[in-house]
Nanobody
């Protein structure tokens, strides 16, 4: 599976951005798609995940109520709508695919395919 993320950029605190991640290749192997992020000097952390079949979702506590993950199965694309952005949301955001299981893992080890990342910068 190949993943192409887009939509990052510079935004002021309180603003919004929508990230997209388009999958190609062996898309039949997609069971879960997730978003992770990595800020400078920090470890990669879970943001959100979605069950590709049922649409059920999971969020990190830090983004719950502000971010929304959604999918378009026909386009093999997952989205991350980010509202009320804070400077601490600044990071490179990565999309990822978990094959073979519908469990909404929050561990990066649970995902096999990764996109190249898109930078989100939130200014104060």
């Amino acid at each position: 599976v190949q993943l192409q993320a887009s939509g990052g950029g510079l935004v002021q605190a309180g603003g919004s951005l929508r990230l997209s991640c388009a999958a190609s290749g062996r898309t039949f192997s997609i069971y879960v798609m997730g978003w992770f992020r990595q800020a400078p000097g920090k470890e990669r952390e879970f943001v959100a995940a979605i069950n590709w079949s049922s649409g059920s979702t999971s969020y990190a506590d830090s983004v719950k109520g502000r971010f929304t993950i959604s999918r378009d199965n026909a386009k093999n694309t997952v989205y991350l709508q980010m509202n009320s952005l804070k400077p601490e949301d600044t990071a490179v955001y990565y999309c990822a695919v978990r094959p073979g299981s519908y469990y909404l893992s929050k561990r990066s080890e649970g995902y096999e395919y990764w996109g190249q990342g898109t930078l989100v910068t939130v200014s104060s």
